[in-house]
């Protein structure tokens, strides 16, 4: 791409430096204006709901599964429309686009969170002209680039430097607006998921977006992230594993965090994978251990557990690899109830007793007392499975899942598509009940983490790990 793009609204950034630049699209504003944009997700609603019915009308004389085949396109082929709508938006419609893909796919049509999913990639930076007024009384105090080194759904990132500080820092900035129009956007996302039927009615889909918009509130309030880093620091102090970035509190607003610029790399990155296996392995335990902490001591768990959130930074000597651990806006407290049910439940599936991870599970609201056998069953089987990794011998395990010297390979296991495929065969049971949103998450988390750890091709013991959680 060799000169700037001519749009109204869109220019051309040049990202990176030498060789590895590249350039991306960079918003010059979010679309702004509640009529506006209300009128923008209210008419891709409309258009979904009508081109849905205009497409069942034309494939209604077709035999039954050629019609069926004409209809699941159809709803396809109307969910990617309105996703690229949602895109052109920007702002909370992304955000909240995105979690709903995330956290959605029990209660919305498969088609519609497959093509929420595509959200993930749409980053485009605004321009710097848009941005800067955000850093205002800053920007006068800090050398800002105003080139982004990279760019989300809710605020993009920027390498600056201060002649009181004697390194480089970076700029997190949210996206002006944002906080403000979160409650209208949620509003509005959800009457076009009704305009074009594609909303259950119900408790549970109205009580899963007031979850999420309180999730949402909470990400962008940078005070309190601000809070939440400073207190993941002080409980990570001393252990050597991991980093937090200092925050400096001067150049700090409500819509900018300062903090220190850290040269890490991410899991996927090859100066990562090519770390020799016991470096690997030290960071998927590092990896593993934080979840525990989180779930189970701290009861603060970083519930966005996103590749972007982590980086690797490579000791050149070789010894002391850390997990970088960055962005807490995603950060939620976990009810005391709700943490000591899941490391009971947990421990119970760990030592086989079925009894105990029952009840578990119905402290936790995934099963109710009255629920039959074969329901049980299948939950029990589920939390057997995702605890695999940290059984005390693998006598139990696939041997395609063990390596030659009798550790855990998370690779090969192919853990999280076996989960995945149980967890389908258990929502066909009878009586079958959409486990509650905390656990969901938590589901969530694992994934993320399970996720992390096979890409690094860890191969472990890590029945300490959890066992150190034993009463």
């Known amino acids: 791409m060799g000169s700037y793009a001519k749009a109204s609204k869109i220019g051309w950034c040049r990202i990176g430096a030498g060789s590895s630049f590249r350039f991306v699209r960079c918003m010059k504003e979010i679309k702004k204006g509640g009529l506006r944009r209300r009128f923008a997700v209210g008419v891709a609603g409309a258009r979904g709901g009508v081109g849905l019915l205009s497409s069942k009308a034309t494939g209604f004389l077709l035999p039954k599964e050629q019609k069926r085949l004409h209809n699941e396109m159809a709803l396809e082929r109307e969910a990617m429309r309105f996703v690229v709508?949602?895109?052109?938006?920007?702002?909370?419609?992304?955000?909240?686009?995105?979690?709903?893909?995330?956290?959605?796919?029990?209660?919305?049509?498969?088609?519609?969170?497959?093509?929420?999913?595509?959200?993930?990639?749409?980053?485009?930076?605004?321009?710097?002209?848009?941005?800067?007024?955000?850093?205002?009384?800053?920007?006068?105090?800090?050398?800002?680039?105003?080139?982004?080194?990279?760019?989300?759904?809710?605020?993009?990132?920027?390498?600056?430097?201060?002649?009181?500080?004697?390194?480089?820092?970076?700029?997190?900035?949210?996206?002006?607006?944002?906080?403000?129009?979160?409650?209208?956007?949620?509003?509005?996302?959800?009457?076009?998921?009704?305009?074009?039927?594609?909303?259950?009615?119900?408790?549970?889909?109205?009580?899963?977006?007031?979850?999420?918009?309180?999730?949402?509130?909470?990400?962008?309030?940078?005070?309190?992230?601000?809070?939440?880093?400073?207190?993941?620091?002080?409980?990570?102090?001393?252990?050597?594993?991991?980093?937090?970035?200092?925050?400096?509190?001067?150049?700090?607003?409500?819509?900018?965090?300062?903090?220190?610029?850290?040269?890490?790399?991410?899991?996927?990155?090859?100066?990562v994978q090519a770390l020799s296996q016991t470096r690997r392995n030290k960071l998927a335990d590092a990896m593993l251990n934080l979840f525990f902490k989180e779930a189970f001591e701290w009861r603060l768990m970083q519930t966005d557990p996103n590749f972007g959130n982590y980086r690797v930074l490579i000791d050149p000597q070789g010894e002391d690899d850390k997990l970088v651990l960055l962005d807490f806006g995603a950060v939620q407290s976990l009810p005391t109830g709700f943490s000591r049910a899941l490391k009971e439940t947990i421990l119970a599936a760990h030592y086989g007793d079925e009894a105990k991870t029952v009840s578990g599970l119905i402290e936790l609201n995934c099963l109710r007392s009255s629920d039959s056998d074969k329901v049980k069953q299948s939950f029990i089987e589920f939390c057997e499975l995702i605890i695999e990794p940290f059984a005390r011998d693998f006598s139990d395990v696939p041997n395609y899942a063990v390596t030659e010297g009798g550790a855990y390979d998370w690779h090969a296991s192919r853990l999280l598509k076996r989960a995945g495929k149980l967890g389908s065969k258990r929502m066909l049971a009878k009586g079958f009940v959409v486990p509650p949103s905390e656990f969901m998450l938590m589901v969530r988390k694992l994934t993320g983490v399970f996720t992390f750890v096979s890409t690094l091709k860890a191969q472990t013991k890590s029945c300490h790990l959890l066992e150190r959680y034993t009463d």
Not at 127 to 155: C, D, F, H, V, Y
Not at 209 to 225: F, G, I, P
Request: aromatic share 8%; proline share 5%.
């Open 85 to 271: 709508e949602l895109g052109k938006l920007k702002g909370a419609y992304v955000k909240i686009g995105q979690m709903l893909a995330l956290y959605g796919e029990h209660v919305l049509p498969k088609a519609v969170t497959k093509a929420l999913h595509t959200l993930e990639a749409q980053t485009e930076p605004l321009s710097w002209g848009a941005i800067k007024k955000q850093l205002e009384p800053n920007n006068e105090r800090l050398t800002i680039k105003e080139t982004p080194l990279a760019a989300a759904s809710l605020a993009q990132v920027h390498l600056a430097s201060s002649i009181q500080i004697d390194k480089p820092l970076c700029l997190k900035i949210q996206y002006p607006g944002v906080a403000d129009s979160i409650e209208d956007d949620f509003r509005n996302v959800l009457q076009m998921l009704t305009l074009a039927r594609w909303a259950p009615s119900g408790r549970q889909f109205q009580d899963l977006v007031s979850e999420l918009k309180a999730h949402l509130v909470s990400e962008v309030d940078y005070v309190r992230e601000l809070q939440t880093a400073e207190e993941v620091s002080r409980l990570l102090a001393g252990d050597d594993r991991y980093l937090v970035p200092g925050y400096y509190r001067e150049y700090c607003s409500t819509s900018v965090l300062a903090m220190d610029y850290i040269n890490g790399f991410e899991v996927t990155h090859p100066k």
